[in-house]
């Protein structure tokens, strides 16, 4: 234990002579370390959000920060891709040894972390927050908390998917349609008439980059609207008939959409008029020009408005040193003010109902219309994350972008590529015997009829 | 006899360090990936799963085929560009040493960035289009990279790796013709030798040795190269080393990506035997 200690007072003094180098701005950060860190170990939280600079940047000076200043307790905080994130956790718990106290991932990445068993179980934790007066949390976040026999995460942000369009662009939207109720149909035509506008330059934009996000519109927009499963009727002639329907889209679609990743750029430079993507790659958008964006929610198709739920956890490794101050972070991240702080930060949303709804003024409007409009549509459905697939969840994705990448791009014929995607993702669910993901029937193991 | 036996463990003790580095660094890892690509993560038997999961992929043929057409139009456009740079800061020409600093520019910046500053070139709202609609030869910016002209996402990336890369062919290049001893060239003039044929016949060959070791060089870092790819054409133009990351990093599979990775071994090693056997020194050949 002195040992360890000892090693600590070094590095910290390697780190803060360091940062003399290393520029001012980290200097005055770690210069003031020591003045809470008296006594108060520091607690390493690690996450696969807040990766982009500028949100680490908030969340080392405000979000953390905040933290430091009420318990005294210092964060380290580790952001880093989905990849190195979960092989550092399965490394600290293959050498029985950890540093990381805390840990905050995305819904999806908890099956995976289950299966390896890296971390506790949170319902005692829970208990002792709905102890307190000032939590509430949304019922289905609880609900998709908790997964194989126990809790696996406390709710900490969530986030969805939707449209944002420059507001010049509503002015080519169908005549008589209302934009907030907006239609699969709808869209195609405000592409169309958008394209016409623009002299023949295509204006409508998705992320299909290599790391955009376009395969979650495919399995849990497009799939779910047209077809009433993600899974499911992955083959069946509504899927056919929604394949068709996205060659066409595609046909008014920016041709430089391949390479977008983040729509909030061509939506900044005036590429695209509307976009669709994640809530936090468009809110820098928003932030720079709140007059100018608005937000709308996905479109209708023939079985009704289906979205995808992102919800990001809060959980601890059982190999935390300090199990204490994990939780003691975890009570700060889901506190109304942190949750309301995380909103206008980061642009995710608060995981309670009242904090929710005291968000109005300025972007954080512009976006909360939009995705209430979404999510309170009376012919709204939530689709969620594929759960259940283990080390192999990362292989979902690709059978849908591979089957767009076959049938849109290279011009397949569609039938033929459904079936044999199909054959691929029977094979996927029947090895990891996992069952559907909702909208879908709870059929297990899952499989396309 | 003391002396002699020390002498002989000299040039092993020298070399010992080198070797341990390469020993852990290199040879470790190589045989460490080797191992995952043929190894089930689940029962640690020896398996060609991956190779198959690897061959039947959509974008694998693909990817071959475009690290392939890649490598051979930016290589030689590098060599003789570098090596045509190489001769004319040689000639010491008035601000050659400016020219020297300006061409080594690229060399300090990251593929990525390099990726970024073409992609910004290339975009609906790039330079280009905006140097074109100034100049009045377009009346609306449009977007060059698209899906349906792979000719010009082709064109973009060996351009972008021209750009990225010559620079280093001419320093190599450079180096070496700093080695060869004015002699050899006065002696070519006296004998009524020209500018091309001094080149060809005593430069070139005297160059051979330079040249191999850029072509090597520059053949196993293209067989490496995907930012700069991936930026400009997303994965509409596979590459290699853009799949093994893409199926480490997006589909969690470390099995795959290090087939891929032994793939990428296997070339720059076929490659690389290639160029030493072809550019290996004729008997009696003098090297400079």
Sequence with gaps: ?449 | MVRSRRAAWVPYLLVLPTFVFLGVFVAYPMVQAFLLGVTDPTTGRVTLDHVAQMTSDLHFAPSVRDTLVITAIAIPLQIALGLAMALLVQSRFAGHSIFLYLCAVPIGISDLAAGLIWLSIFTERGFLNALLFDLGRITQPGPFLTYDRPGWLLAAVVLTEVWRATAIVMLILLSGLQLIPKDYQESAQVFGAGPWQTLRWVTLPLLRGSLQTALIIRTILAFEVFAPVMMLTGRLLPVLAGESYLWYSLYRNPGVASAYGVLILLLSGAFTWTYLRLLRPHPGEVRA
């Design chain 1, 1 to 449: 234990m002195s040992v360890r200690q000892t090693g600590r007072v070094t590095r910290r003094q390697l780190i803060t002579r360091g940062s003399v180098l290393a520029g001012a701005l980290a200097a005055s950060r770690l210069g003031a370390r020591p003045a809470f860190g008296a006594g108060a170990p520091e607690v390493v939280f690690s996450t696969d959000q807040l990766i982009p600079l500028q949100e680490q940047e908030w969340a080392r000076t405000s979000l953390m920060a905040g933290f430091t200043k009420t318990t005294g307790i210092p964060v380290r905080l580790i952001a880093e891709g989905d990849g190195p994130y979960v092989d550092r956790l399965v490394a600290e718990a293959k050498a029985g040894h950890g540093t990381i106290s805390a840990t905050g991932a995305l819904h999806g990445l908890y099956p995976i972390m289950l299966s390896a068993n890296l971390i506790r179980d949170m319902a005692p934790l829970q208990k002792q927050l709905d102890a307190m007066k000032d939590r509430t949390f949304y019922r289905d976040l609880l609900a998709a908390s908790h997964m194989g026999g126990m809790q696996a995460f406390i709710p900490w942000m969530q986030a969805t998917y939707v449209f944002a369009a420059a507001k010049s662009s509503l002015q080519y939207f169908p005549n008589g349609r209302n934009p907030m109720r907006m239609t699969y149909d709808d869209l195609l035509q405000w592409g169309q008439n958008m394209q016409k506008a623009a002299g023949g330059q295509r204006r409508l934009g998705f992320p299909v980059g290599p790391n955009g996000l376009y395969g979650r519109f495919l399995h849990g927009y497009a799939y779910p609207s047209f077809t009433g499963a993600q899974v499911e009727r992955f083959k069946s002639p509504d899927a056919v008939a929604m394949w068709q329907y996205l060659r066409r889209l595609w046909g008014v679609t920016h041709p430089s959409s391949f390479t977008y990743e983040f729509m909030y750029e061509p939506l900044l430079s005036g590429e695209v008029w509307v976009a669709w993507d994640h809530t936090a790659r468009l809110i820098p958008a928003l932030r720079q020009r709140p007059d100018d964006f608005v937000v709308l929610p996905s479109p209708a198709g023939p079985r009704g408005r289906s979205f995808i739920s992102v919800i990001v956890g809060l959980s601890i490794p059982k190999t935390a040193p300090d199990p204490d101050g994990g939780a003691k972070l975890i009570e700060y991240l889901t506190r109304p003010s942190t949750q309301l702080a995380t909103l206008q930060g980061d642009g995710f949303f608060p995981v309670s109902p009242q904090v929710a709804k005291s968000a109005t003024s300025g972007w954080v409007k512009v976006v909360a219309d939009g995705v209430s409009a979404q999510a309170g549509a009376a012919d709204a459905h939530t689709a969620l994350l594929p759960i259940g697939l283990g080390a192999r969840t990362a292989e979902f994705v690709p059978i849908y972008t591979d089957a767009f990448q076959l049938i849109v791009i290279q011009g397949k014929n569609i039938q033929d590529v459904l079936n044999a995607q199909a054959a691929k993702l029977a094979a996927l669910y029947q090895a990891q015997n996992a069952v559907c993901p909702p909208p879908d029937p709870a059929i297990t193991p899952c499989k396309p009829e």
